[in-house]
């Protein structure tokens, strides 16, 4: 079982290096910190998530397919974002509360 595991997140790893996907990742991460800046951290996530549902549902019907290591990609880039985005209002906060 271990080892089953091991491979799979091997594997996974491997998918996520591939360029298509990194775009995922990349678009993910700027929409969620786009959306961000006129939604709550939730909405965001979700209007982002749903883009990227929609985008594969389309690709499964004409285009390439629907991919699951796509929707990781998004789902890490937006993750991502939402980190990014909560560091950087933190930061913007600190700044403030100082001058």
């Known amino acids: 079982m271990k080892a ?19 775009k995922h990742m990349v678009w993910s991460f700027w929409l969620t910190l786009m959306a961000l800046v006129v939604l ?3 909405l965001a996530f979700g209007a ?3 883009l ?3 985008k594969e549902w ?3 019907y004409y285009g390439s397919g629907f991919c699951f290591y796509d929707m990781t990609g998004n789902l890490i880039g937006s993750l991502a974002g939402l980190l990014c985005g909560f560091l ?5 906060q600190l700044f ?3 001058s």
């Open 52 to 54: 990227g549902l929609a």
């Open 88 to 92: 950087l209002s933190l930061l913007i």
């Open 40 to 42: 709550t951290p939730l």
């Open 4 to 22: 089953t595991v091991n491979q799979s997140l091997q594997f996974l790893g491997i998918k996520l290096r591939e360029e298509d996907k990194i």
């Open 96 to 98: 403030f509360s100082i």
């Open 58 to 60: 389309w690709d499964k």
């Open 48 to 50: 982002v998530f749903l």
